[in-house]
């Protein structure tokens, strides 16, 4: 037995049955069984293309601005416990674990899992599981968490926020990264023009949530998608606020390109800079807070 395998029959003596009663496959519960293993199916799908882009260290935005970030707004100390939900392929963990956190990444993906773990250090562990069903999950154990480009990817998202405050200990940060919801809703945002010196940007929905399919290589199966949950900003602060996470932190984040030398160029680099491309949210846990449940919900998208 190698070292690898070693580490991870500890590990899974630790948290016992999480991710389901047969090794590697989620075990959705209630309703998210439903839907869990579509979510699952999809980036299984597309698992090895992802991984491809994203390799070691991230693609370009993950680089430049996703990941830095989301360190900066987790202040992980060394040794401290982190959660990575939907962790895809590990490239955060892999940097928290170079930052000396102990570190459990979480996926739906038993194929990304696997490629989590053949480009990281067996220190990290990679668990498959439904991040709307983390009840395996320790209670109070991890210092902080996050969930990086992937909240869009679940619904529905309360669930997946209650088992992270549960999970959390007192005072734990909860970090979320997302496309921006008011300036990149899928398929009703676009850029526009007025002559050559205004770069703007159109929205032509925002408040209500909904689905949209997403192809999510569209390289090599143009036809295959998966599906994108829109929300707007306060369909994430509501459910959090719920689960006794309170927003402490709200960054929007632009890109960091610009544009080459041309006629449109300024304006280009202008509403780059305006309009962000990324937002993040940073939640605490506060034991004995949490806001009674409303019915005008905007975070859980039906149909
Ligand atoms: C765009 S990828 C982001 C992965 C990673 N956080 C990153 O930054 O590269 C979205 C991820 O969400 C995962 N995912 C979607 N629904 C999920 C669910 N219900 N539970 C756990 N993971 C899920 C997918 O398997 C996929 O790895």
Redesign the pocket.
Known sequence: MDQRDNKRRQHKKKFGKFGGGRAGE?RPAGKAAAA?PK??TA?QRDAEW?DQI?GDE?GEY?RNV?LPGAMRLLGVQAGQHVL??????G??CRLLHKAGAEVIG????PK?IELARQRSDPAITYLV????DPSRLPAGHFHAAA????AQ??NPLAP?FEGVARCLAEGGRFVIVMMHPCFRGPKYTAWGWEGNDTQFRRVDRYLLPRKEPIVTHPGASPDKYTWTFHRPIQGYVKPLARAGLLVDAIEEWPSHKTSEPGPRAKAENSARKEIPLFLALRAVKMPGYSTPKTTDDLSEVSG
Request: glycine share 12%; net charge negative; charged share 10%.
């Open positions: 989620p869990g979510v699952a980036w992802y994203i991230g993950h996703v990575d939900v939907a962790c895809g392929q490239v955060l979480v996926d739906a993906s990304l599981g439904d991040a709307r969930c990086i480009l992937a990817n679940i997946a």
